[in-house]
Every structure is written in structure tokens, then in C-alpha cells.
T-cell receptor, first 118, second 121 residues
């Protein structure tokens, strides 16, 4: 079974600074997808960024980028120019590229609580 | 285009009662997923359904929990004889039809609803 580990329960960053959230995962598969989701106090799950394992290029979405290291099974999220609205829980998630046997569901880490200091 | 709808947003039940959680997927989406989020935890996959079919229920507890997605109407997650340990946030997600071939499924984003917070007294 796949596991996702987020080793930072909480991170704090000054507004306008850059912060990196860590995520490692364990899988025996070679084809899969990785995601970062944001969960603000409203509890709505919002997709921040997605990475396909077969792509070597790191995904970017505006101020959000990832550092995907497939061999190390590492998938960190970098948030540049942090804004107050970025404050939330951030979850790393894994999904197999295969179907069946629970593979269709996302496997989430326990989350990192990001605090933005004004 | 309305997003994924879940109701009720908050549900309080006493131990031994039944809880029914509803999820209406986005328009055009035929796949529904249910997840449970315990306090201080990430979401855990429970079940994956298509219209009138349970595709994968490997994450569902063996007893008291059931799910359905009828031809008409919302998907329902039903918890019988609730216990305090069932208190959690339950999220539904939907996605459009998935392209599959030879056991592989292409990526289709799962769009999440706002969740139902179940409290068992």
C-alpha cells in the first residue's frame, strides 16, 4: 500500500517570503500522480498543483512550484511571495495511475498547517 | 456550473442513530468518491462509485457503513448505529468519466464538496 508522509505538522513564514513544505511517499509503482491540496478554515479542499510521475519537469502554478525527486520519492511544495490568503492546511496526496483495489482514491498525508506572519 | 454539493453541512446524531450524508456531483460527472477526515488527520479514501455501481469499497469499514449512487438523485453515505468514533468530516468528490485501458486510468481531477461534519453525542 502507498503511504504519504508530511513531517512538518506546522510551518510559519513571514508575508512575502518563500516557504517550502515537505512530502515523501512510498510506492512500488512507477506510474502515478502527486498533488498538493489546500484546506483553508472553510474546510473546502482546493487543488493547488499536480505532477505526473512520468514528467521530469517540475510543475508550476503562478507562485506555487514543486520539487519532484522521483528516485528519492520526494515531492515538496514551494510557495513564493507568501500572502495572508495562503494560510491553511496543506495536504500532499498520491494517486496510482492504475485502477482498482483502492487505486482510484487519493492517499493523503496528515497535513502541514501553514501560518503566515504579517 | 455549480460545484459538488453536500448536505447537510453539519449533522448531530446520538449513539445508535443512523446518519445519512448526501452528495450531488458536478454536472456531467458520473464518478463519486467518499473520504473521511478524522481530527488532526488527512482524508482517507472510503469508496468509489459510478451510477448504480460500487467500483471500489476497499476503504469502507466492514460493518454499519454503506454507500449508493442511484441512477437518479444524489449519492448517499449511510452510517447505521453511529458511535462516537464516527465523528469526523466526510467529504465527497466527483470526477468526469475516466478513460481506462489495460488497467490504467488517465488522470481526472477530483472536485471536492465542502464536507459534512458529523458529531456523535
Amino acid at each position: 500500500a502507498q503511504t504519504v508522509t508530511q513531517s512538518q505538522p506546522e510551518m510559519s513564514v513571514q508575508e512575502a517570503e518563500t516557504v517550502t513544505l515537505s512530502c515523501t511517499y512510498d510506492t512500488s509503482e512507477s506510474d502515478y500522480y502527486l498533488f498538493w491540496y489546500k484546506q483553508p478554515p472553510s474546510r473546502q479542499m482546493i487543488l493547488v498543483i499536480r505532477q505526473e510521475a512520468y514528467k521530469q519537469q517540475n510543475a508550476t502554478e503562478n507562485r506555487f512550484s514543486v520539487n519532484f525527486q522521483k528516485a528519492a520519492k520526494s515531492f515538496s511544495l514551494k510557495i513564493s511571495d507568501s500572502q495572508l490568503g495562503d494560510a491553511a492546511m496543506y495536504f500532499c496526496a498520491y494517486r496510482s495511475a492504475h485502477s482498482g483495489g483502492g487505486a482510484d482514491g487519493l492517499t493523503f498525508g496528515k497535513g502541514t498547517h501553514l501560518i503566515i506572519q504579517p | 456550473n455549480a460545484g459538488v454539493m453536500q448536505n447537510p453541512r453539519h449533522l448531530v446524531r446520538r449513539r445508535g442513530q443512523e446518519a445519512r450524508l448526501r452528495c450531488s456531483p458536478m454536472k456531467g460527472h458520473s464518478h463519486v468518491y467518499w473520504y473521511r477526515q478524522l481530527p488532526e488527520e488527512g482524508l482517507k479514501f472510503m469508496v468509489y462509485l459510478q451510477k448504480e455501481n460500487i467500483i471500489d469499497e476497499s476503504g469502507m469499514p466492514k460493518e454499519r457503513f454503506s454507500a449508493e449512487f442511484p441512477k437518479e438523485g444524489p449519492s448517499i453515505l449511510r452510517i447505521q448505529q453511529v458511535v462516537r468514533g464516527d465523528s469526523a468530516a466526510y467529504f465527497c468528490a466527483s470526477s468526469p468519466p475516466i478513460t481506462e485501458g489495460l488497467g490504467y486510468s488517465s488522470y481526472n481531477e477530483q472536485f471536492f464538496g465542502p464536507g459534512t461534519r458529523l458529531t456523535v453525542l
